[in-house]
């Protein structure tokens, strides 16, 4: 099994930048992939950015790509989500997955084996 624990969102107002960090524990030495997601009230879980363990490969939407950074660390079993530029259509409840089996893009919700409790990020205006 594998447990993820994401921290860092909160409140910040549009421009800003705000920075998520995921913690894996348990049996990750067959990750092949982190990655995450948002949630919005009322909407369905949308692919943020994701990153390749070994090769460090990132894939981003173009709706976060050029703002959005992320990055790994594999011996902290680790990953940072940073957001720059925020904006008020942002705000969701940001979740961290993993994945123990490749594919291409790891950008669909069924890429992934393990997720998050989520973190709340809001944007004001």
């Known amino acids: 099994q594998v447990q993820l624990v994401e921290s860092g969102g909160g409140l910040v107002q549009a421009g800003g930048s705000l920075s998520l960090s995921c913690a894996a524990s348990?049996?990750?030495?067959?990750?092949?992939?982190m990655g995450w997601f948002r949630q919005a009230p009322g909407k369905e879980r949308e692919f943020v950015a994701a990153i390749t363990m070994s090769g460090g490969n990132t894939v981003y939407p173009d709706s976060v790509k050029g703002r959005f950074t992320i990055s790994r660390d594999n011996a902290k079993n680790t990953v940072w989500l940073q957001m720059n530029s925020l904006k008020p259509e942002d705000t969701a409840v940001y979740y961290c997955?993993?994945?123990?089996?490749?594919?291409?893009?790891?950008?669909?919700?069924?890429?992934?084996?393990?997720w998050g409790q989520g973190t709340q990020v809001t944007v004001s205006s």
């Open positions: 348990g049996r990750t030495k067959s990750t092949y992939a």
């Open positions: 997955a993993l994945s123990d089996y490749y594919y291409s893009d790891y950008d669909r919700v069924t890429d992934y084996d393990y």
